[in-house]
T-cell receptor, first 114, second 111 residues
Framework: EAQVTQNPRYLITVTGKKLTVTCSQNMNHEYMSWYRQDPGLGLRQIYYSMNVEVTDKGDVPEGYKVSRKEKRNFPLILESPSPNQTSLYFC?????????????FGSGTRLTVV | RKEVEQDPGPFNVPEGATVAFNCTYSNSASQSFFWYRQDCRKEPKLLMSVYSSGNEDGRFTAQLNRASQYISLLIRDSKLSDSATYLC????????????FGSGTQLTVLP
């Protein structure tokens, strides 16, 4: 089944404790992206990647890091999480070419930083 | 001004009603347009792409007006299962497939 898999689904952590949210897709998509979703603000892009070893900042990159060492994986790293990073996070992937293609999203990671 | 604006609702309609959502976008060079559906606490899922000529998928019809920078979604004969938040999504010119999301319009279909 074609899908984007995120882990964990739920995470509660303490301020300053490094964490990684994993994202993997099995559709051979070149493009992957991370979003956070907050009430009233909608989905905002954190980072995106056009292909292996190619990453760039989205609209809200502060406090996050990403890597794209393999095509299928695009982990999101919070080196020193803070309470304002409490949010619902989505990973998504897409083919680069073709205007008819939307994104396929993972099931989301609900992160709480206390 | 937000790049993609939607009426947040909520829209509460009876089963069987026809309901329309509107969305405006600010960048005239926007290239691709989509409607996504998001159920509570779940991931957004692509509902349909929006083409310049307008397109229909069963009970759903999407329209694009480039001159007015306006997108619409019409749902006919609404079902209880249509209850969700509908997200208007735009790909901006030169953005290499980056999507910009509206904040969503919440729909509740009542029995």
């Amino acid at each position: 089944e074609a899908q984007v898999t995120q882990n964990p689904r739920y995470l509660i952590t303490v301020t300053g404790k490094k964490l990684t949210v994993t994202c993997s897709q099995n559709m051979n998509h070149e493009y992957m992206s991370w979003y956070r979703q907050d009430p009233g603000l909608g989905l905002r892009q954190i980072y995106y990647s056009m292909n292996v070893e190619v990453t760039d900042k989205g609209d809200v990159p502060e406090g996050y890091k990403v890597s794209r060492k393999e095509k299928r994986n695009f982990p999101l790293i919070l080196e020193s999480p803070s309470p304002n990073q409490t949010s619902l996070y989505f990973c998504a992937s897409s083919l680069v070419q073709g205007n008819d293609y939307g994104y396929t999203f993972g099931s989301g990671t609900r992160l709480t930083v206390v | 001004r937000k790049e993609v604006e939607q009426d947040p609702g909520p829209f509460n309609v009876p089963e069987g009603a026809t309901v329309a959502f509107n969305c405006t976008y600010s960048n005239s060079a926007s290239q691709s347009f989509f409607w996504y559906r998001q159920d509570c606490r779940k991931e957004p899922k692509l509902l349909m792409s929006v083409y310049s000529s307008g397109n229909e998928d069963g009970r759903f019809t999407a329209q694009l007006n480039r001159a007015s920078q306006y997108i619409s979604l019409l749902i006919r004969d609404s079902k209880l299962s249509d209850s969700a938040t509908y997200l208007c999504v735009v790909t901006l010119s030169g953005s290499a497939r980056q999507l910009t999301f509206g904040s969503g319009t919440q729909l509740t279909v009542l029995p």
